[in-house]
């Protein structure tokens, strides 16, 4: 918006010469003149100055010493005194600046940041009903009621702020965790939950904070084997079963286990290159139209980069257009070999990308054996991974303990940690 401004007012770039072209500048400090994009050169310094402050420059210049050139002229007073006698060129400045006007009455851009469990599209849906959205008059949206009405109709925003810059309404938004009520968190508070295994293996350490565990270090365990139940049994004086209490199981349990890795990939693959010929198109979108600048080429093997871009004027000023750039690049294929070097490095990044995936999730690679050979015209990778695992699957606690023990509605133990 600064940079539209400057361009109405007119502003020049010139540059300085002379006995003390430092000191003019300070000058121009004192005098609360503004210079930008000051750069030094072999005799003295280039930089823009605005063109109402050219004019009350020459006391200046006179004090120091110095001289000053006109390198360029920039902005609309000079384009009209350059076309003041083309009566059109105003008309068509005339109509711009209207359009312009007249677009900047209306949003073209809804923007939405916090949001996770509530998408985008089901928010921009919801404004679409009330009348918000794209090409709604800004001046019939009041903040402070959609704030209000975002709120009512999606109960996990604890948090909405709105607020209209340029063109485009700027909403953020905050979710309470995991996006539930409270009412369903109260309810998920009570419900009780083992801990199984998701991995077949031996514990390696297990430390709990909640529930009763039912291994120890250096069991066997198999795939949903209960680690930790979310029943806690309660003694009487005389040691016998007096009650039972149910709670969400909470332990941090590590099962060293055994993971086998298979991949497979193509011995051969395509290889394009570039022969150096290259085309561009253009295509601009509003709302349902396009225009297309510039044909698909016909003959020959190209590869399409699309890149979609919106029409904005500054930061915030959105016009309801977007424009894609499109680059056709002309190549040529052939059917080429992986050598051994390259089938190696292959097989090692897909291995390090599957490695990097299972510790995303929780799985630290120890070791791995992993061996490559060939299928037909197929590179076969196959092995084994020793990983250490942590569990993090739960079920509910079984419905027949629930059934057969009376249930106590007091706090929840933990249970004893195991090392």
Known sequence: MLKLIKFFRGYLYVQITGYS???FLNLCTGMDIVLWGIMPEEDGYSFYIS??????????LEKTGTQISVIRKIGLPFLAQKYRKHGFFFVGIFCAAFLLYFLSLFLWKVEIEGNSYYSTQTILDCLEENGVGY????????????????????????????????????IVVQERLNGSTDEEKDSDDTEATDLVASHAGTVESIVVRSG?????????????????????EVMDDSGETASWRFVQSDADVQIRTTIFYEDEFPLNYEEKTLNGEVKYGVTFYFNEYELNLG?????GEFLEINKVNPVVIGS?????????KKTWLEYESG????????????AQEHLEQYCENLEKNGVQILSNSVMIG????NILVSGELEALAAQSTYQKTASENLREQPQDSGDAEAGESVE
């Open 21 to 23: 072209p430092e000191r």
């Open 316 to 324: 915030d000023f959105y016009l309801p257009f977007q424009m894609e």
């Open 335 to 346: 059917e080429k070999q992986y050598t051994e070097e390259e089938i190696q490095t292959l």
């Open 51 to 60: 063109r109402a402050a050219f004019g009350i420059i020459a006391p200046a």
């Open 135 to 170: 090409a709604s008059l800004k001046a019939g949206i009041n903040c402070k009621e959609l704030q209000n009405l975002l709120r009512k109709e999606f109960t996990d925003l604890t948090w909405v702020s709105t607020k209209i810059e340029g063109t485009r309404l700027y």
């Open 212 to 232: 009763t565990p039912l291994v120890a270090a250096g069991d066997a365990v198999e795939e949903g084997d209960i680690l930790v139940s979310g029943a806690i």
């Open 295 to 299: 044909k698909a080429p016909g003959e």
């Open 374 to 377: 060939r299928s037909g015209e």
